[in-house]
């Protein structure tokens, strides 16, 4: 009896206790996760330091793809105004985002090291044809990423990547919360 | 004869006072019982490391409005095996209990307006105590009625259930009242609080009474961890599994509303009520409250569920053999100290 009177004010004890600690919840819209480095968001298209553009329409992603999303319509190279440094270049290149799994076979799968998965992941939208991302789109996520959210602070800056060999950090800016929130920051240190 | 119409005259203008009290009261428990699921909500998120809800209004504050307002638009669902008359009065029985039964308790001292008393609850009963036992338990009839008018295996366990707590645990809160009143000699609230002022807080005289009466009222109120009439893992919802809507929440008002009004028959029967130092009465017994409405709220965070055996026996094998020693022990007692 008295033991299991002392095991009933011990888990009293217990639960005060963790009301002390800070909130594991993230005030969401407000306050983001940390990303892991290795996050599969979504896609981004890459250019060489001199502006052409990586892919040389391959379509290995296309058929390493395993819900079929991604569309790649290449076309010869104009030897005067070269798109890609390759014979061909991607006429159209398209990833339907309905359909894709975020599985990062197509980067995998790319020998050019063109597509890559980005961070972005709040990608909804109201009708199904903004979901077909086009090429335009996925070299531009900058421009294009949905409500311009970029989460620069998982990019791991490759500069190899991008124009002028800036790391993306320098060109668009740190990531910030949008705002603290009432709750001071949440998360215990990821 | 002119006494007696004086004496109408006077009648006329109590049950006035009367009505305006208890509508003033009512409102009071209503919000305060909104208030109270918000209360609990942050508290329990934060003894689980959470929030709770924040979102609505500066931290949260016009949560219970959106889920009034929500409740309130909800279709009015009657399963067709329900029965017609009893499934929508039975939530009615509940919250009527519920509410009825906080009109006894004095919320400050009796202030004299105009050559008539006006009481610092409702009412001051000379038999308050036992027309708060009485009332109160009146509740469980609504969840038993629920759980069988609704047609629905789990409802009727959970009535069952209900009937079956509420019923071994009144004895066990009837018992630790009844000691109290013994060494309070008298059965109205503002009695016993007036005693309570004058001499000692009755938890120093009544500590074995005081914890018995916290576990029954627990188990009165059907929270955690004795919630087994609902117990959402073996029952859905218990009696209340095919309610929805304001009808639901006529149940849900009334578990809240009980849980007020044992918090506050605690502070007034244990802890001298509205009494106390400095502050005026109402602050006292809300302060009062508020500890042992924490009190649920830390209880429901950290216990688990007990089983129906284990609350049986709990009852008549523990509890009610010490309810019956500390009446006994305070009855010689006190006759023997006369």
Same mark, same amino acid.
């Given at each position: 009896m008295a033991n299991?009177?002392?095991g009933?004010l011990?888990?009293?004890?217990?639960?005060?206790?963790?009301?002390?600690?800070?909130?594991v919840t993230?005030?969401?819209?407000?306050q983001k996760?940390q990303?892991?480095?290795?996050f &599969?968001?979504?896609? /981004?298209?890459?250019?060489h330091?001199?502006?052409?553009?990586? =892919?040389?329409g391959? +379509?290995?992603c296309?058929?390493a793809?395993?819900s079929?999303?991604?569309?790649v319509?290449p076309?010869?190279?104009d030897?005067?105004?070269?798109?890609?440094?390759?014979? &061909?270049?991607?006429? /159209?290149y398209?990833?339907?985002?309905?359909r894709?799994?975020? =599985?990062g076979f197509c +980067?995998?799968a790319?020998?050019?090291?063109?597509?890559?998965?980005?961070?972005?992941?709040e990608?909804?939208d109201y009708?199904?044809a903004?979901?077909?991302y086009t090429?335009?789109?996925?070299?531009?996520?900058?421009k294009y990423?949905?409500?311009?959210?970029?989460?620069?602070?998982v990019?791991?800056p490759?500069?190899?990547?991008?124009?002028?060999?800036?790391?993306?950090?320098?060109?668009?800016?740190?990531?910030?919360?949008?705002?603290?929130?009432?709750?001071?920051?949440?998360g215990?240190?990821? | 004869?002119?006494?007696?119409?004086r004496?109408r005259?006077?009648h006329?203008?109590?049950a006035?006072?009367?009505?305006?009290?208890s509508?003033?009261?009512?409102?009071?428990?209503?919000?305060?019982?909104?208030?109270?699921?918000?209360?609990e909500?942050?508290?329990i998120g934060?003894?689980?490391?959470?929030?709770?809800?924040n979102?609505?209004?500066v931290g949260?504050?016009?949560?219970p409005?959106a889920d009034?307002?929500?409740?309130?638009?909800?279709?009015d669902?009657?399963?067709?095996?329900?029965?017609?008359?009893?499934?929508?009065?039975a939530?009615?029985?509940?919250l009527?209990?519920a509410?009825?039964?906080f009109?006894?308790?004095p919320?400050g001292?009796?202030v004299n307006?105009?050559?008539?008393?006006?009481?610092?609850?409702v009412?001051?009963l000379s038999?308050?105590?036992?027309?708060?036992?009485?009332v109160s338990?009146l509740?469980?009839?609504?969840?038993?009625?629920?759980?069988?008018?609704?047609?629905?295996?789990?409802?009727?366990i959970?009535?069952?259930r209900?009937?079956?707590?509420?019923?071994?645990?009144?004895?066990?809160?009837?018992m630790?009242l009844?000691?109290?009143?013994?060494?309070?000699?008298t059965?109205?609230?503002?009695?016993?609080v007036?005693?309570?002022?004058?001499h000692?807080p009755?938890?120093?005289l009544q500590p074995?009474?005081?914890?018995?009466y916290?576990?029954?009222?627990?188990?009165?109120t059907?929270?955690?961890?004795?919630?087994?009439?609902?117990a959402?893992?073996?029952?859905?919802?218990?009696?209340?599994t095919?309610?929805g809507?304001?009808r639901?929440?006529m149940?849900f008002?009334?578990?809240?509303?009980?849980?007020?009004t044992?918090?506050a028959?605690?502070?007034?029967?244990?802890?001298?009520?509205?009494?106390?130092?400095?502050?005026?009465?109402?602050?006292?017994?809300?302060?009062?409250?508020?500890?042992?409405?924490?009190?649920f709220?830390?209880?429901r965070?950290?216990?688990?569920?007990?089983?129906?055996d284990q609350?049986?026996?709990?009852?008549?094998?523990?509890?009610?053999p010490?309810?019956?020693?500390?009446?006994?022990?305070?009855?010689?007692?006190v006759?023997?100290?006369?």
């Open positions: 299991e009177f002392g009933l011990r888990g009293l004890w217990t639960t005060l206790k963790h009301a002390a600690r800070p909130a993230l005030n969401y819209p407000e996760r990303l892991p480095a290795n &599969r968001g979504r896609h /981004r298209l890459y250019r330091e001199n502006g052409l553009e990586r =892919c040389i391959c +379509e290995l296309a058929g793809c395993p079929q999303a991604i569309l319509e076309a010869e190279n030897p005067e105004h070269p798109v890609s440094p390759g014979e &061909r270049y991607a006429k /159209r398209e990833i339907n985002m309905i894709c799994i975020f =599985c +980067e995998e790319c020998p050019v090291d063109a597509i890559k998965l980005g961070a972005e992941y990608l909804a009708d199904r903004s979901f077909v090429k335009e789109m996925l070299l531009e996520p900058e990423a949905p409500r311009r959210q970029l989460h620069l602070d990019d791991v490759r500069p190899e990547y991008t124009p002028g060999g800036k790391a993306l950090g320098d060109l668009y800016g740190t990531y910030q919360p949008i705002r603290g929130s009432d709750e001071g920051v949440g215990r240190g990821e | 004869m002119r006494r007696l119409r004496s005259k006077l006329w203008l109590e006035g006072l009367a009505a305006g009290l509508a003033i009261v009512i409102f009071l428990l209503l919000t305060g019982m909104a208030y109270m699921t918000w209360f909500r942050r508290v934060r003894l689980q490391v959470r929030l709770g809800p979102r609505v209004g949260g504050l016009l949560q409005l009034a307002v929500k409740l309130f638009f909800k279709e669902i009657r399963p067709t095996q329900a029965d017609w008359l009893l499934f929508p009065l939530p009615a029985i509940s009527f209990a509410l009825a039964a009109a006894v308790i919320l001292p009796i307006v105009a050559g008539v008393s006006v009481p610092g609850g009412a001051n038999v308050g105590l036992l027309y708060l036992v009485g338990s509740g469980v009839y609504g969840l038993v009625l629920g759980g069988w008018a609704s047609g629905s295996k789990y409802s009727l959970g009535g069952l209900a009937a079956a707590q509420v019923v071994s645990y009144e004895l066990i809160l009837g630790a009844v000691s109290v009143a013994i060494v309070a000699g059965l109205s609230l503002e009695g016993i007036g005693n309570q002022a004058n000692l009755y938890f120093i074995l009474a005081f914890l018995l916290l576990v029954a009222a627990v188990a009165e059907n929270r955690a961890p004795f919630d087994l009439p609902e959402d893992t073996e029952l859905v919802a218990g009696y209340h095919e309610y809507g304001m639901f929440a149940f008002i009334a578990e809240y509303v009980n849980v007020i044992v918090s028959l605690a502070a007034t029967m244990f802890f001298a009520g509205w009494s106390g130092p400095a502050l005026p009465g109402p602050h006292w017994l809300f302060i009062k409250m508020l500890a042992f409405l924490f009190l709220v830390w209880l965070a950290t216990l688990p569920r007990l089983r129906y609350l049986m026996r709990l009852c008549w094998l523990v509890l009610l010490l309810a019956l020693v500390n009446l006994l022990v305070t009855a010689i007692v006759t023997a100290l006369g």
